[in-house]
């Protein structure tokens, strides 16, 4: 870009308004720069200065005209239409871009060189060390995930360490950047920030050492009586009304306000957070706390929603606070629960009352634990059949607020997956042996410090079977969907997987459901220095996001023949039209099981506090005027309509399967 100097009339005009320079000859401007909008300006080191030539219009309808006042000014450049005034102490060391307004502010510097938040060390899970993720701008929750659990494997940790180590090398500098289109207002100290276009920060107190990834696409918005330091903030982030961060990763779309406080900890996409606090906490996708009294700490959540109160602790007054748990996708707390850690929750689990036993119901997803006279109670496969786990699933993908087109987390949504079916698989082992070692007819059994009743272990039994074939019945479906289905060969063609990779465990690293064959040989890649960079790594996480469905259908596949006793060579249509009975009798099962759970929601006590002066009558109008009427519910409506139409589809597939055993 061309620069030329001032002219002895624009320094005279400069110095009329009461502007001055260490040295004038260090003061460039555009072509077309108009002096007459610089006032009461103090320039020192290598200034740029672009052109002033538009009005810009401010909430309310102001118009100001693009100008510099009332500031002093260190080794910057700024870009075209920029209004900037009233700095209380000075700018310093900065590249700012076009049309961006900065207001009363108190200072905005970079002070020597800066990394701005990339490699920070964030201590998460344990407070006191030994999981540290280093946080980089384009840190994905699998790339975090990796680095912090695989510390049994030091070679790894220490390439990926290194790979973070050489992106902020690349990002260091002793200049900051603010981009396009920023609006700084009302703000107090800014040190050691870059700021990426279109960001909105206004009545801040403090940044101190991070990063805004702002964009056009998806804007960050930072409020009043923020203090943040040694952060990362990622696109279409929101961080409001006095919330305070030390050493944070905020993901994509992310919301924090309310006085929300958190320290070493990371959150990563469509995570919501208020009034309460965190600390050392890995926030996968979507882990939602809104309540003043809820702590969640030294622990691993996603999918995740924490009831009032909610509180885990990671120390028993010994070695101090080194211990840490895991919450797998999904689950849940209610007010007032609390888990004492080191433990293993379950996938899609819902967490009622306080709980000492270290329990580990990894392999009982979709579960319940409630506590019972200081035990803990476990109620195998229960939330499979509840409205609420249902609803949640369905909401997930509609509240995803990611505008970024460059999504930095993949996310899978799936309720059934091969990672939670397989574990459906070792929760039925698991109760079959209970069963043979203690009798089918005990009256409660004893897994991982946990009581299981007799009827719940049969009922566990009954809900994880029906979840099974009902995943397995919608692979086929699927499967077949393109597939004339004129013939058995034809049939098995299309049943033949696209690729053997998928079969065996699968994995949720946080959001991202792969096969593990495929996590390891990442891992083998980055030791081996196959893959070098950072950008490598989470190109392999798209891929296998993108590839999702073809894997995933590489291990139902498998399943299916195991579960039915089946094989490709000799699978018939006949074969295929009793899955399909199979999987509408389990479809329907289940949809009438959370038909009746949503039913309770409607129900006469559920009425209690509505048509507070008048009879029953008035009191049932009352809550219809207000909850509606049940048949009425948008979501009952759903569940009467998703019986119909899976009935629907399954009679239209077993009519083209008739064909094949016609021929």
Not at 41 to 56: M, P, Q, T
Not at 150 to 159: A, D, Q, T, V
Not at 516 to 531: A, F, V
Request: glycine letters at 8%; charged letters at 20%.
């Amino acid at each position: 870009m061309n620069y030329r100097n001032l002219t002895s009339q624009e320094i005279s005009l400069l110095e009329n308004q009461h502007c001055s320079a260490e040295s004038w000859s260090n003061v460039l401007v555009k072509e077309g720069f108009d002096a007459a909008y610089v006032q009461h300006v103090k320039f020192s080191g290598n200034i740029r200065l672009g052109i002033l030539e538009k009005d810009i219009t401010l909430p309310g309808g102001i118009r100001k005209h693009a100008c510099i006042r009332n500031a002093y000014i260190h080794n910057c450049t700024f870009g075209d239409n920029v209004l900037i005034e009233y700095v209380q102490n000075y700018i310093a060391n900065y590249n700012i871009g076009d049309n961006v307004y900065i207001q009363n502010v108190e200072q905005i510097l970079v002070d020597g060189e800066s990394s701005f938040g990339n490699a920070v060390e964030v201590s998460v899970l344990n407070e006191t060390g030994g999981r540290e993720v280093m946080m980089y701008d384009k840190l994905s929750a699998h790339f975090a995930y990796i680095l912090s659990f695989y510390r049994h494997r030091p070679i790894l940790i220490g390439k990926m360490q290194q790979m973070v180590h050489n992106y902020a090398k690349k990002k260091a500098s002793e200049i900051g950047t603010i981009g396009n289109n920023v609006h700084i207002i009302n703000t107090g100290t800014i040190k050691n920030v870059c700021i990426g276009d279109n960001a909105v920060i206004e009545g801040t107190r403090q940044l101190e050492n991070g990063s805004i990834n702002s964009n056009e696409h998806d804007p960050v918005h930072i409020g009043y009586n923020v203090m943040v330091k040694d952060f990362i903030i990622s696109s279409g982030a929101h961080i409001e009304d006095g919330t305070m961060l030390t050493r944070c990763f905020v993901g994509q779309a992310c919301q924090l306000g309310h006085t929300y406080s958190a320290n070493d900890s990371l959150f990563f996409s469509n995570c919501q957070g208020e009034n309460g606090e965190a600390c050392a906490i890995f926030a996968g996708p979507y882990t939602v706390t809104h309540h003043k009294s809820t702590l969640l700490i030294a622990g691993m959540f996603s999918f995740m929603n924490a009831g009032s109160g909610s509180n885990q602790s990671n120390h028993m007054y010994k070695l101090g606070p080194i211990h840490q748990g895991i919450m797998e996708r999904g689950g849940r707390t209610t007010s007032d629960s609390y888990i004492l850690w080191p433990a293993k929750i379950g996938a899609f689990s819902l967490v009622m009352g306080r709980h000492y036993g270290h329990s580990d119901t990894s392999k009982m997803p979709f579960s319940y634990l409630i506590e019972n006279n200081d035990e803990t109670v476990l109620l195998p496969g229960l939330n499979l059949k509840s409205v609420g786990t249902i609803r949640d699933a369905q909401k997930f993908p509609k509240r995803d607020k990611r505008k970024d087109p460059n999504h930095l987390d993949q996310i899978n949504f799936n309720l059934l997956s091969p990672y939670t079916v397989q574990k459906m698989f070792q929760a039925i082992n698991v109760l079959n042996d209970l069963q043979n070692k203690c009798g089918e007819t005990s009256a409660s059994y004893f897994y991982q410090n946990c009581r299981i009743k007799n009827t719940s272990l049969k009922k566990g039994l009954k809900y994880y079977n029906i979840a099974i074939i009902k995943f397995l019945g919608n692979s086929i479906i699927s499967r077949l969907e393109s597939c004339p289905c004129s013939d058995n060969e034809e049939i098995r063609a299309r049943l033949k997987p696209d690729t053997p990779i998928g079969s065996n465990r699968w994995r949720d690293l946080a959001g991202l459901i792969a096969p593990s064959s495929e996590i390891d040989k990442l891992i083998e890649d980055i030791e081996k220095d196959r893959i070098a960079t950072t950008e490598e790594v989470n190109a392999v996480f798209e891929q296998l996001h993108r590839d999702y469905y073809s894997l995933e259908w590489t291990w139902a596949w498998d399943m299916i023949q195991q579960y039915f006793n089946l094989s490709l060579e000799t699978i018939t249509a006949k074969d295929i039209i009793y899955i399909i009975d199979q999987w509408k009798e389990a479809v329907v099962e289940l949809d009438k099981l959370i038909y009746e759970d949503a039913k309770k929601e409607f129900s006469l006590s559920a009425r209690t506090s509505f048509g507070v002066d008048g009879n029953s009558d008035i009191r049932k109008e009352d809550f219809e005027q207000v909850r509606g009427i049940f048949e009425e519910n948008p979501f009952v409506k759903a569940v009467i309509e998703h019986i119909e139409v899976k009935t629907d589809l399954g009679d239209k597939m077993i009519k083209r399967l008739f064909k094949a055993l016609k021929s």
